[in-house]
């Protein structure tokens, strides 16, 4: 009886295609993991938090930027075979994808959010300063005593 290796391993091609997609493999699962820190943040009402996540995350996008180029410039995912590397990297582009779809849309309800509360109060202060001259008992205009003021720290 022959012994047929059943470990992907065990053939040369198969560990060349590995160690060529490891990489990628693992800047995936990180950037994946950022994400989904950011995700918490939002949720957690922390959004200043991710200030520190964003030099982390520029890197590991340039990162993923360029393996996926080179993965373009070997062939392609046809080239690289169709063993376990390749299987373990579309299983971890499916996560990065569906951790990327929730991410894009929690940062769209947010700024919907943030801009119907902007539009809401900028009504609430055309309203308060444009109401019609009102006169007095003795014939002038009545002056708004409490003037309403808004103050954005922030451009949005």
Known sequence: ????????NSFPEASENHSLLAPLIQTTKDLTKVISDEIILLQ??????????LPLKNQL???YHKEMSELG????????????AVRSLK???R????????HTRLVKSLKTISENMIQAISHEVIKTQNQAARYGANG??????SPTSI?????I
Do not use: D, H, W
Not at 95 to 102: A, I, K
Not at 151 to 155: A, G, K, R, W
């Open 73 to 84: 410039a070997r062939g392609g995912l046809p080239a690289s075979g169709n063993g376990t």
């Open 61 to 63: 996008m340039a990162a």
């Open 140 to 145: 002038a205009q009545s002056v708004n005593k």
């Open 91 to 93: 299983q971890e582009s």
């Open 95 to 102: 996560l990065f994808q569906t951790v990327l779809t929730r």
């Open 44 to 53: 957690t009402n922390r959004p200043k938090e991710m200030e520190k996540l």
């Open 151 to 155: 103050t954005l720290n922030q451009t």
């Open 1 to 8: 009886m022959i012994n047929m290796p059943n470990n992907e």
